[in-house]
């Protein structure tokens, strides 16, 4: 005879109360946003900064619009930039190496400290 499966929800005492706890449920809630979410009237955002990119990360940073603005700019570039790559690259195969070569932690690590150093500025100032 087979055991059933077991229990999607665990019953936990704290104190002199009884929480139920969904273990199937996603504990860290939603993925980091790669770029700032504008939520409020005057321009500002918050912005789930990554490990990948950030040394202190994962962390929400509020931005104010000026700071929005430049996020802004430089996601319009980076399209730009991974456009114009992939056009060069159907052209001329090698181009391909040059991803590994940026995601090296050589050259990944000075880019972070400067963009940890950025953000520490931005959390300085108060957005």
Not at 11 to 33: Q, S
Not at 55 to 75: E, M, Y
Request: proline share 9%.
């Amino acid at each position: 005879m087979t055991e059933p499966p077991p229990s999607r929800y665990r019953v936990v005492e704290h104190g002199r109360r009884l929480e139920v706890i969904d273990t199937r449920a996603n504990p860290t809630g939603p993925p980091p946003r790669l770029f700032p979410r504008q939520t409020r009237f005057d321009g500002s955002g918050d912005i789930t900064t990554r490990a990948f990119y950030d040394a202190k990360g994962p962390r929400t940073i509020r931005l104010d619009s000026v700071s929005v603005g430049v996020i802004a700019r430089v996601k319009f570039v980076a399209l730009f930039a991974a456009f114009a790559f992939v056009v060069a690259a159907v052209a001329m195969p090698w181009l391909l190496a040059i991803p590994f070569a940026l995601f090296s932690k050589a050259v990944r690590n000075p880019a972070r400290d400067g963009i940890t150093r950025w953000l520490d500025g931005i959390v300085a100032r108060g957005g």
